[in-house]
Nanobody, 128 residues
Framework: QVQLVESGGGLVQPGGSLRLSCAAS????????MGWYRQTPGKQRELVAT???????NYADSVKGRFTISRDNAKNAVYLQMNSLKPEDTAVYYC??????????????????????WGQGTQVTVSS
């Protein structure tokens, strides 16, 4: 019922920019922290950036000063502006949301505990 969908990935030259978008849809009660993670073959998925519902952002040291995370709570969306891209940034980027979904029972709707939901990933390739 609930899903996250990323967009905006692609091929870019070193030093270029991309903007990733992610929107959550479905029967959603609330969303706490949202974030972006990335993964390359043979490596664990690593945190890129997170942002709280109040707009407090945290970044991995490797992207600090180059990437900016933002969100639109009204749209249940999170964005990642990536500037000064490097070949080392090449990865599949995944959107994450700590999200509470509505459960529809015979007695009415109930908010489920918060749980991490993941998007399907979008490929970012930085190459000349």
């Amino acid at each position: 019922q609930v899903q996250l969908v990323e967009s905006g990935g692609g091929l870019v030259q070193p030093g270029g920019s991309l903007r990733l978008s992610c929107a959550a849809s479905g029967s959603i009660f609330g969303i706490n922290i949202m974030g972006w993670y990335r993964q390359t073959p043979g490596k664990q998925r690593e945190l890129v950036a997170t942002i709280t519902a109040g707009g407090i952002a945290n970044y991995a040291d490797s992207v600090k000063g180059r990437f900016t995370i933002s969100r639109d709570n009204a749209k249940n969306a999170v964005y990642l502006q990536m500037n000064s891209l490097k070949p080392e940034d090449t990865a599949v980027y995944y959107c994450n949301a700590d999200l509470s979904a509505w459960a529809h029972t015979g007695w009415g709707p109930t908010a489920l505990p918060y749980y991490p939901y993941w998007g399907q990933g979008t490929q970012v390739t930085v190459s000349s």
